[in-house]
Structures are given as structure tokens and as C-alpha cells.
């Protein structure tokens, strides 16, 4: 009895500071943002409670549901590309030969650049007027004139879409490395023996056995593009004509341009609730794949 209760307060030591930290950083801030958006608090102070108000005015609040829509396209069409080809060069460098170490590398170089300062770097490389494609494109006569990226909101939507896989696709490539390189090397070699081509040991052994990291890695992605902002806020700015807002950007304008701090705590309040649901939908769907 003796020795359980010690080794129970053994785990509670070595659990206890993160406890703490969550308490601190997290569940705190959590219901001090649930408190906020019961209210019609301002950023300039003051505000009383309205209840249930906030959440009535989300209903009715037809920009923030086009720009959790235009969140989830995006969602949608980014977080495939990652997987996809973070996957691919995956299989393409996971030996440890020197130049695959250096491709790994290379790759991984961008993920270590701050979003704001590759976004930046990226804004002004397509711009066009003097962006460096744009003119390399036109001098090798591949365009005849510049293309306008950020005038139309499809173009602005590629722009942003081909700078963030730059600058991501390196992390999920090293989360997939380590993957394929923690199966057992008898396992392929069993496979190669047994008459297995390449793509059959890829689809019938190395993808199987990779299968939580591949789940991780998309929900970690989905989850970040669904807090999309940095990106778009220096990329596009919303243009053109609002298009371009992701649900984060909606509650930046307005919590801090609009001064509305009660109702931008309430909106993302309902972000969170719908990250959470999906987080969950996808953890349950992957328990129940497992499971069959």
C-alpha cells in the first residue's frame, strides 16, 4: 500500500508542473475569454454583460461565415498539398546518405523562417512590378506581362497557398523521416524478397506502419491552417473586397481595428468549439480505422 501511494505521488511530481502550466496558460485564459464574450467590453475598457447577445449577432453575421467558408477551402485544398508532398520527399530522402541529409536539409531550412518574414519575402518576389518571377518569366518569354497576384482573390488564394508550402512542407517531410525510419528494417527487406515492387511496399507496408504519425501530421496541419492569419495579413490584407479574410483575420478586425473586444472574444470562442469538433471527428474516425 505503501509503495502504490508513493509511486502515485511519484506521478503527480512528474505530472504536476504540467498540470500547472495548462491551469496557468491555458484554462485560465480560457474562461477569462468565455467571460469577455459575455459582454460588449471594448478594447478602450469599460463594458457590461449582454449574455448571450454576442453569440446571437455571430448567427446573423454573414462575413464571419464567409470567412470561416473561405478558412476551411483552405483548409481543404492546403492540407492535402502538405501531406502529399511532404510524404513524397519523405520517401525520396529518409536513407542517411549525405546528399539526402542535405536535401532534408535544405528542405527543412524554410520551416525555421518566421511566417511573417517569409510571407514578406514571398509578397515581394511575386509582386509585379519587381518581383523576381515575374520578371524571370518574362525575360525567359514564358508570360508576356506580369502576373497580377493580388488583384484577383483566386490568385491571391494560389499565392498564399504556394508560399506557405515553402515554408511548412519541410516539418511534415522530418515528422515523416522519422516515421518510415522507426519501421524495422526486416519488414521491407521481407517485402523485397517476397517479390514486392516499390510502390506495393510503399502502399502495403511502409504506409500502414506510418499511419499515426501520417494522422498527427494532418491534424497538427489542418488545425494550423484553420488559425490562418499571418499570412493573409501581410499577403493580401483581406483584398480584394474582403475576400481573402480567414476567421482569425474576422475576429483581429474586429477585437483590435473595430475595438468590438466582447464580441471578437465571442467569436473566438465559436472557433475554438469548431476546431475542437473537428479535432475530435478526426480522432474518432482514426480510433475506429485502427480498430477495424
Same mark, same amino acid.
Given at each position: %500500500? ?19 502550466? +495548462? !491551469? ?11 467571460? /469577455? ?9 469599460? $463594458? ?13 453575421? !454573414? ?11 483552405? /483548409? ?9 508532398? $511532404? ?9 542517411? @546518405? ?10 527543412? +531550412?524554410?520551416?525555421?523562417? $518566421? ?32 502576373? +497580377?497576384?493580388? +488583384? ?20 511534415? %517531410? ?17 517485402? @523485397? %524478397? ?15 506502419? @506510418? ?10 496541419? !489542418?488545425?494550423?491552417? %484553420? ?8 499577403? /493580401? ?8 479574410? /480567414? ?14 473586444? $466582447? ?8 472557433? @475554438? ?6 479535432? !475530435? ?12
Amino acid at each position: %500500500m505503501r509503495a502504490r501511494r508513493s509511486s502515485q505521488l511519484q506521478g503527480w511530481l512528474f505530472t504536476g508542473p504540467a498540470l500547472l502550466f +495548462v !491551469a496557468l496558460f491555458v484554462l485560465v485564459p480560457l474562461g477569462q475569454l468565455v467571460d /469577455t464574450s459575455l459582454t460588449d467590453r471594448s478594447l478602450l475598457g469599460g $463594458g457590461r454583460f449582454v449574455g448571450f447577445d454576442n453569440y446571437l449577432r455571430i448567427w446573423r453575421d !454573414a462575413s464571419f461565415w464567409r470567412a470561416l467558408a473561405f478558412t476551411a477551402q483552405y /483548409t481543404i485544398v492546403l492540407t492535402p498539398i502538405l501531406m502529399g508532398l $511532404g510524404y513524397a520527399l519523405a520517401l525520396l530522402t529518409f536513407d542517411n @546518405t549525405p546528399l539526402k541529409r542535405l536535401t532534408r536539409t535544405i528542405v527543412f +531550412v524554410p520551416v525555421i523562417i $518566421g511566417l511573417s518574414s517569409s510571407s514578406l519575402l514571398w509578397f515581394w518576389l511575386l509582386d509585379e512590378q519587381v518581383g523576381l518571377f515575374n520578371k524571370l518569366l518574362v525575360d525567359l518569354h514564358i508570360l508576356r506581362e506580369p502576373i +497580377v497576384w493580388f +488583384v484577383s482573390a483566386d490568385l491571391a488564394f494560389w499565392a498564399v497557398v504556394i508560399s506557405i508550402t515553402w515554408k511548412v512542407v519541410g516539418f511534415g %517531410m522530418v515528422l515523416f523521416v522519422s516515421g518510415i525510419q522507426s519501421i524495422n528494417p526486416d519488414i521491407i527487406e521481407a517485402a @523485397t %524478397m517476397d517479390g514486392a515492387s516499390y510502390w506495393s511496399r510503399v502502399r502495403l507496408v511502409i504506409l500502414p506502419l @506510418t499511419r499515426r504519425i501520417v494522422l498527427l501530421t494532418t491534424l497538427v496541419s !489542418a488545425i494550423g491552417s %484553420m488559425l490562418a492569419f499571418d499570412q493573409f495579413y501581410i499577403m /493580401t490584407s483581406g483584398a480584394p473586397r474582403g475576400q481573402t479574410f /480567414t476567421a482569425v483575420y474576422w475576429i483581429y478586425q474586429n477585437s483590435f481595428v473595430s475595438f468590438r473586444l $466582447g464580441y471578437g472574444s465571442a467569436l473566438s470562442v465559436v472557433l @475554438t468549439l469548431v476546431i475542437l469538433v473537428l479535432s !475530435a471527428l478526426q480522432i474518432a474516425l482514426t480510433a475506429r480505422s485502427e480498430a477495424a
